[in-house]
């Protein structure tokens, strides 16, 4: 996959792009990443890229004729997805990001300041996706947010087979309880079914661990999930008042 992202500060993207497995997703031939300065394409001596709103108002706003001709310099295929970073855009999501994983290129804006011309998303904006409902100071961070969920997901990026199977909202569900070594810690020991080697069992008990999990603290999210007659019925057993079902009845 091919990324680019333009932003006002393309500093801001080294530490992250150059560390763990984003550093690895390039190491291995699975990424490539450019930050772009937008104002590289501006037209007059100044490097001049925002301006005072029409109308009044507090902020400056990022000029389209700069950000428009920097999209398109970036974006030689029409299919590409030109995607603004914004708090009015589509919510971000673990199916969205699995979408754009499927992407061989994708680019990104950032906007900055009070945000960018109108102009710019009649012109140049195929998609406007959103991390969260609140405000940031600029598109930066947020695009971090979407490259890291959208490039972990890229086959071979994290190396084992599956390993974003089980991950929280992956099947629409949080993501059960993990153990590891000591297998006593503090008084408080591993679940006996982790170490028994049964695995059907083990496969069973993480299902039910994050149906448990979902329920507890994001019970809405169960309304959409992929759900069998064994997980409705256990999730039954759980709104019953009298006592909580073991996780392996």
Not at 33 to 61: L, N, S
Not at 164 to 187: I, Q
Not at 220 to 225: R, T
Request: a neutral charge.
């Amino acid at each position: 996959m091919k990324i680019d992202a333009l932003s006002l500060f393309p500093a801001m993207f080294a530490s992250i792009m150059n560390a763990s497995m984003m550093w690895k997703a390039q190491d291995r031939g699975l990424l490539s990443f450019r930050a772009h300065d937008i104002r590289d394409y501006a037209a007059d001596k100044h490097r001049q890229v925002d301006d005072a709103p029409y109308g009044g108002g507090g902020g400056m706003i990022i000029k389209p004729d700069v950000l428009v001709r920097a999209i398109e310099a970036l974006r030689p295929a029409t299919e590409t997805p030109v995607i603004l970073l914004s708090p009015q855009g589509k919510l971000l999501t673990h199916q969205v990001a699995a979408q754009l994983a499927q992407l061989p290129r994708l680019v990104l804006v950032c906007g900055h300041y009070e945000g960018v011309d109108e102009r710019v998303r009649q012109l140049a904006i195929t998609d406007e996706i959103s991390i969260g409902d609140y405000v940031l100071t600029g598109g930066e961070l947020a695009a971090l947010v979407l490259i890291d969920s959208v490039v972990r997901l890229i086959p071979g990026v994290l190396g084992a087979q599956g390993a974003t199977d089980r991950d929280s909202h992956a099947d629409g569900l949080l993501e059960g309880a993990h153990y590891t070594r000591p297998p006593v810690y503090r008084g408080l020991t591993v679940p006996a079914i982790l170490t028994s080697g049964h695995h059907a069992e083990v496969a069973r008990w993480r299902r039910r661990q994050a149906l448990l999990r979902t329920w507890q603290r994001r019970p809405e999210l169960l309304k959409n999930a992929a759900l069998t007659d064994d997980d409705r019925e256990w999730l039954r057993q759980l709104q019953r008042p009298s006592a909580a079902p073991s996780l392996l009845t």
